[in-house]
């Protein structure tokens, strides 16, 4: 089954400290994207890529950076300089051609700063 | 400044009525719109899209609306069922762009009461 992995599900860090959240996709999408989801907030983009070794900024890129090594894998990293980490995060990949457009999400990741 | 709004944090309807979830956008460069469900601590699954040379598409009970001119789309889910219960979150993206960014509004809590 093709699909769209996060790992782990639950991730405890303590303050200042970097943490790595995981995404994986074998649905062959050449784009990957990572969204945090506040209570109120809805879905904000953090990072995106269209394609390997190339990723763009998304709107609240601070504090964050990714990797793009291979087609199937696009980590997040939570760095400490990210002033509120506490949030449920969300990675996305998407394949766009004429006939349909849109994102597969994985799970998410509930990161919890402790 | 929030290109894709969805004013009302949340609507609650009895089991078998109709619930109409309301979006607006403010960027007329918009012309492919989707709607997401989530459930908590899941990710968002796609459920039904619009391009703006339609102004309606059909899925089952599921029927969103185009109103081009008045920047406005609406999901219309008949008859509602508990089930139906999630966050709902419109999305809007340009769909000749090359960034395949789509921009999501807050969402909008359901609650179907049986």
């Known amino acids: 089954d093709g699909g769209i992995t996060q790992s782990p599900k639950y991730l405890f860090r303590k303050e200042g400290q970097n943490v790595t959240l995981s995404c994986e996709q074998n649905l062959n999408h050449d784009a990957m994207y990572w969204y945090r989801q506040d209570p109120g907030q809805g879905l904000r983009l953090i990072y995106y890529s269209q394609i390997v070794n190339d990723f763009q900024k998304g709107d609240i890129a601070e504090g964050y950076s990714v990797s793009r090594e291979k087609k199937e894998s696009f980590p997040l990293t939570v760095t400490s300089a990210q002033k509120n980490p506490t949030a449920f995060y969300l990675c996305a990949s998407s394949m766009w051609d004429s006939e349909s457009y849109g994102y597969t999400f994985g799970s998410g990741t509930r990161l919890t700063v402790v | 400044d929030q290109q894709v709004k969805q004013n009302s944090p949340s609507l609650s309807v009895q089991e078998g009525r109709i619930s109409i979830l309301n979006c607006d956008y403010t960027n007329s460069m918009f012309d492919y719109f989707l709607w997401y469900k989530k459930y908590p601590a899941e990710g968002p699954t796609f459920l039904i899209s619009i391009s703006s040379i339609k102004d309606k598409n059909e899925d089952g009970r599921f029927t969103v609306f185009l109103n081009k001119s008045a920047k406005h789309l609406s999901l219309h889910i008949v008859p509602s069922q508990p089930g139906d219960s999630a966050v709902y979150f419109c999305?809007?993206?340009?769909?000749?762009?090359?960034?395949?960014?789509?921009?999501f509004g807050k969402g909008t809590l359901l609650t179907v009461n049986p």
């Open positions: 999305a809007a993206s340009v769909s000749g762009g090359s960034n395949y960014k789509l921009t």
